[in-house]
């Protein structure tokens, strides 16, 4: 029997496809803007600068000091550069710390935002900003958050790093695991998540092969909107709890937190979502902990946390903050068995 549910259709409109970025102008007009601030990373300059020379007067500025977890000081000079430019607008090129600056501005001003997405961290299609103030990292959620046009074009993720791509796969593939067992999940959450999950499953080792190939590229991507549109639609739990207290506490970074995370995660929850998880698991060879586990290690993905950084000596403390302030889970949170699931996330043991 299909259980009862509520689905809510996101407003964004979403362009995809190989070469997609020489519709940019055209979305930036659909948004009514004239006046577009480029914003990148430094890392990503040169290409924000060359589809910045290709959008003409549209473009009136570039801002290229993203960085990770959206500082509020980064945004407050976002914010002159945009004033300064006289601005309508924010073409955000990048990945999840990109799009994050994009959406900090559009918080304060309801400017709207056109993103360019060249990860598979999914932030392009939430409701959901995080930006961290004195080292506290505060999460909020709202409809002048979540962009009104996401350009998907595979050519520019070519030149996505190999290890970037696995950890950022393993990030996407993380939304779709926790949305399969969401308390408000609906049937068109879980066709996304299942479809995305064998999207990047398919692309990733044809990726760590062949990093310059499109058509692994385009599925990891298509694979990464699905994923992201998940984590923008219904609830999360232990997973992202865990990596958000591990990222905001511990300074460990995004991407790779989470593909170390996942199988542990994904084992922690195998028996108290065994229904909402069967097809998943079916796709990583029957138990999705090691499958997912097994999967990773193929693909060269970052196994440890302790290879991350992180000190044993905190993960007590980390199992105390992962516990405090409770949440929905299909599984209770158990402080006992979180540090145990952290031990072994430190170690990189195969979970069972
Ligand atoms: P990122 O945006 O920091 O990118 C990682 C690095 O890769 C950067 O140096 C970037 O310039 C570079 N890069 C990105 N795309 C590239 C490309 N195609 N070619 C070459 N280099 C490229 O990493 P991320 O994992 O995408 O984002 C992490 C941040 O996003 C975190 O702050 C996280 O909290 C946030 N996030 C937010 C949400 C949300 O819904 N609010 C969702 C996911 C992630």
């Not at 950084?309 to 992962?322: H, N, Q, S, T």
């Not at 299909?330 to 069972?352: F, T």
Request: charged letters at 15%; one cysteine or more; a negative charge.
């Amino acid at each position: 029997m299909v259980a009862p549910f509520r689905y809510t259709v996101s407003a964004a409109q979403v362009i995809f496809g190989s070469g997609s970025v020489s519709r940019l102008a055209d979305a930036i007009a659909g948004q009514g803007g004239k006046h577009a601030l480029i914003l990148s990373t430094p890392h990503q300059k040169a290409d924000a600068q060359r589809i910045a020379a290709s959008l003409g007067p549209l473009a009136a500025g570039l801002f290229d000091g993203a960085v990770m977890h959206t500082p509020i000081d980064v945004t407050e000079r976002a914010m002159a550069a945009y004033e300064k430019a006289g601005a309508d607008c924010v073409v955000a090129i990048g990945g999840g710390s990109t799009i994050g600056l994009g959406k900090a501005i559009a918080y304060r001003n309801d400017a709207p935002q056109i993103v360019v997405a060249t990860t598979y961290a999914g932030s392009e299609v939430t409701p959901i900003l995080g930006q961290t103030e004195n080292g506290q990292k505060t999460t909020v959620r709202g409809p002048g958050i979540l962009p009104e046009v996401v350009i998907y074009d595979p050519e520019l993720t070519l030149g996505l790093p190999v290890n970037i791509s696995v950890s950022s796969g393993l990030n996407a593939m993380a939304h779709a695991v926790e949305g399969l067992y969401a308390q408000d999940r609906n049937p068109i959450s879980s066709m996304m998540a299942l479809e995305g999950l064998r999207a990047l499953k398919q692309a990733l080792p044809q990726i760590v092969n062949a990093p310059r190939d499109i058509e692994p590229r385009s599925e990891a991507l298509y694979g990464s909107w699905l994923c992201g549109t998940v984590l923008g639609a219904v609830g999360m739990a232990l997973h992202h709890k865990l990596c958000h207290t591990l990222g905001g506490s511990f300074d460990l970074p995004h991407a790779e937190t989470h593909a170390v995370i996942l199988p542990h995660s994904a084992a922690y929850n195998a028996a108290a979502a065994l229904d909402a998880l069967k097809p998943a698991a079916d796709l990583f060879g029957g138990l999705l902990g090691s499958g997912l586990y097994d999967f990773a290690a193929s693909i060269g993905a970052p196994m440890a946390l302790r290879d991350l950084g992180m000190k044993e000596a905190d993960l007590d403390l980390a199992a105390e903050l992962a516990a405090r302030n409770p949440y929905w889970n299909p599984r209770p949170i158990e402080g006992k068995a979180i540090r145990a699931l952290l031990q072994s996330a430190w170690e990189g043991a195969r979970p069972r």
